[in-house]
C-alpha cells in the first residue's frame, strides 16, 4: 500500500460526488498513473484516451470479453434451428416430391441456415454488448469534467470512482496529483 491510500479514521466521500479524474499529457503517463493507483489499492477506475492503450485495460483490472462466446452459442443453436426447421418442413410436415429431388435435399437449406445464423449472431452480438456497456445511456458523469472533450482527441483521463472502498477525497487528490496530472477535478454525479 501506499502512503498516500486511505487512512482508517477518513471520511467517506459525499453521495453526490462521482469520483476524482485525472488529466494527463500522454499516454505512457495515463498508464504509469493507473499502474501506480492500482498498486495503491484502487480498483474502482476508468480510463478515457483518444486511441487504445496497450496493457491500459489489464492495469484497470478489466477482463477480457466473453462475448464471443455467447455469440458463438447463440450462432451454433440458430445453425440448428434453421437446418431443422427446413428440414422439418420439407420432409415431415409438408413432403413435396419435386421433379425426383428427394425430400432431404440439404444444398437447399444452406442459404437459410447461413443466413439465420448470421442474424440471431449479429443481434446477439449488439444486444449482449450494449446491455455489458449500460446503454443506452444518454449521460455520464465523467462528462461533466472540465475539459472532458479532449479525451477524444489529445488528452488522457483517469477517473478513481467514488464507491472505491480505497477512496478518501483528500488522499486520492494528493495521490493522483503524485502520478503527475496536469488536472485534478471533482466529477460530480
Keep these: 500500500m501506499s502512503d498516500v491510500a486511505a487512512s482508517p479514521n477518513a471520511a467517506p466521500a459525499p453521495a453526490e460526488?462521482?469520483?476524482?479524474?485525472?488529466?494527463?499529457?500522454?499516454s505512457d503517463d495515463v498508464l504509469a498513473a493507473?499502474?501506480?493507483?492500482?498498486?495503491?489499492?484502487?480498483r474502482r477506475m476508468?480510463?478515457?484516451?483518444?486511441?487504445?492503450?496497450?496493457?491500459?485495460?489489464?492495469t484497470?483490472?478489466?477482463?477480457?470479453?466473453?462475448?464471443g462466446f455467447a455469440v458463438l452459442a447463440v450462432g451454433m443453436v440458430a445453425l440448428v434451428a434453421g437446418f431443422f426447421m427446413q428440414w422439418f418442413?420439407?420432409?415431415?410436415?409438408?413432403?413435396l416430391n419435386v421433379g425426383g429431388r428427394p425430400l432431404?435435399?440439404?444444398?437447399?437449406?444452406?442459404?437459410i441456415t447461413f443466413e439465420i445464423t448470421v442474424l440471431l449472431s449479429a443481434l446477439t452480438a449488439a444486444g449482449v454488448m450494449l446491455a455489458r456497456n449500460g446503454l443506452p445511456?444518454?449521460?455520464?458523469?465523467?462528462?461533466?469534467?472540465?475539459?472532458f472533450?479532449?479525451?477524444?482527441?489529445?488528452?488522457?483521463?483517469l477517473c478513481i470512482e467514488a464507491e472505491d472502498p480505497t477512496f478518501e477525497t483528500v488522499d486520492t487528490r494528493a495521490f493522483l496529483e503524485h502520478t503527475g496530472a496536469l488536472a485534478v477535478t471533482e466529477v460530480e454525479r
Design 60 to 67: 484497470l483490472g478489466q477482463r477480457p470479453t466473453r462475448l
Design 17 to 26: 460526488l462521482y469520483g476524482l479524474a485525472a488529466e494527463y499529457e500522454t
Design 104 to 111: 432431404n435435399s440439404w444444398p437447399n437449406f444452406i442459404v
Design 34 to 42: 493507473a499502474t501506480a493507483a492500482h498498486k495503491a489499492g484502487y
Design 149 to 157: 472533450e479532449r479525451a477524444s482527441r489529445d488528452r488522457f483521463f
Design 137 to 147: 445511456r444518454l449521460h455520464h458523469s465523467i462528462f461533466n469534467t472540465p475539459g
Design 46 to 58: 476508468d480510463a478515457y484516451t483518444p486511441y487504445p492503450v496497450e496493457g491500459l485495460d489489464a
Design 89 to 95: 418442413a420439407s420432409v415431415e410436415f409438408y413432403p
